[in-house]
């Protein structure tokens, strides 16, 4: 029988982190932040990744008593019970197969930015079938390329910050520190969706050389990162242009670029675009394939997702994850649908935070039961800032899931317990 092969180190981890943090959105959504935070946006950019820090410690906390292959799903079926971690796992899976379809029509945008002409879904469902096959190669092709697109995405925003510098305007911070706070804690809550991947790794704790070491330091190494990167980025945004101009264009990073005249420097920007939203979909695939492999590993879904080919990659469960991609890019609209993500996620990294409270409380751990209580206090603050349409979709994707815990039951499905598939200890938690 095929396993899981024990072959992601350190570096790899980190760097398929910062494939999932460092993507489109920080190409977009700094312009919306500055639209509520002004000159304030690297101090909002800052409250939003200890916002991040606070889940991600959350997550590092249960890695050392569940490392297993799953992510959200295993952390809170350990926790709690299967039931709890299944709703904690399609709300993490949904969230991340709807952004595929979407951060690949982003690609689309910037391909044709670079290259010219105008947007096909064509190309956008090539770029998934590709990214699918990479994946298929197995893990350490996919952290191969995702290490290749990190450092030329990173480069790309290090180039953007250092040629801000010869044409930095310090007019544009005026009145930074003036900024009503709830503008502030708004344009943190809307940035923090740029921090989101930070929980990637967790979901191939199987593939983890020492996953109860490796995956806390790289969870809280690429929010550091990610920080340290945001931050900067921000900084120059506003020294090259006015928040006002930075909130007005949907492409802020080019429009404050384009303020220096250099036509090479808006192709490079428009290369950064391309690499951060491959590394989105590349990590996308990768941790929604894991996550509906221990789903299946564990009967809590078709028991064929967990097939393993003699590449120990999960190929079922990322034809899968592929094929609904495909359906959201094809068949639905992005209106509203795309802040649906943000809440799903939200709501799994909520029951992170529960789980880890819980976790703490019955180790008698208080400093991890504090700050889990921070890491639901801030994740519901964000959530507070979403609109109501986002919650009418996770409604509906609740429903169905519940509808399917009901019948499977009534059907006298019984889910096998599995043993522990992690070299990590068990939970020894008196349920």
């Keep these: 029988m095929q396993e899981l092969k024990r072959v992601v180190t350190l570096r790899d981890a980190v760097m398929i982190n910062l494939g999932a943090i460092i993507g489109a959105g920080i190409f977009v959504i700094i312009g919306l932040a500055a639209y509520y935070s002004g000159p304030a946006l690297p101090i909002a950019i800052l409250i939003s990744g200890i916002i991040a820090m606070f889940t991600g ?108 510098l010869f044409y930095f305007n310090t007019n544009n911070f005026n009145n930074m520190l003036n900024i009503p706070i ?34 806390p330091l790289a969870i809280i190494i690429s929010i550091l990162i990610s920080i340290v990167i945001y931050a900067s ?14 909130a007005s264009s949907a492409a802020p990073l080019e429009t404050a670029i384009n303020k220096i005249g250099n036509p090479l420097l808006s192709i490079i920007i428009a290369i950064g675009g391309i690499t951060a939203t491959a590394g989105v979909l590349l990590t996308g695939i ?27 990659t999960p190929k079922n469960a990322i034809a899968i994850a592929t094929i609904i991609s495909l359906l959201f890019l094809v068949f639905v609209s992005f209106n509203n ?34 700050n889990s209580i921070l890491g639901m206090i801030t994740i519901i603050i964000v959530i507070s800032t979403l609109n109501l349409e986002s919650f009418e979709i996770v409604s509906i994707i609740l429903l169905i899931s519940i509808s399917y815990l009901i019948i499977r039951e009534k059907l006298g499905k019984k889910v096998k317990e599995v043993e522990s598939h992690s070299l990590v200890r068990e939970f020894k938690i008196n349920k």
């Design 57 to 164: 410690l959350s997550f590092s906390y249960l890695t050392k008593y569940s490392g297993k292959e799953g992510g959200v799903y295993e952390y809170v079926k350990d926790s709690f019970n299967k039931y709890a971690g299944f709703i904690a796992g399609i709300l993490w899976v949904a969230s991340n197969l709807i952004a595929i379809a979407a951060v690949a029509t982003s690609f689309v945008t910037y391909f044709y930015l670079l290259f010219g002409g105008h947007g096909s879904i064509l190309v956008s469902i090539l770029i998934i079938l590709f990214f699918a096959l990479i994946n298929i190669l197995g893990i350490k092709s996919s952290s191969l390329t995702t290490t290749v697109l990190v450092i030329i995405n990173v480069l790309t925003l290090v180039v953007f910050s250092i040629s801000s």
């Design 233 to 246: 980025v921000s900084i120059a945004a506003i020294g090259l242009i006015s928040p006002k101009e930075l």
């Design 337 to 370: 649908i795309v802040e649906s993500t943000n809440l799903a996620i939200l709501l799994a990294y909520l029951l992170i935070n529960v789980s880890a409270f819980y976790v703490s409380i019955k180790e008698k751990r208080a400093s991890y039961s504090i």
């Design 286 to 312: 990768l941790g929604s394939s894991r996550v509906l492999y221990a789903m299946g590993r564990d009967n809590e879904l078709p028991k064929w997702l967990s097939y393993l080919d003699r590449f120990s």
């Design 182 to 215: 709830n503008n502030i804690i708004y344009g943190a809550a809307i940035i923090f969706f740029a921090y989101t991947g930070f929980s990637r790794v967790t979901t191939i704790g199987d593939e983890v050389i020492n996953p109860e070491k490796t995956i």
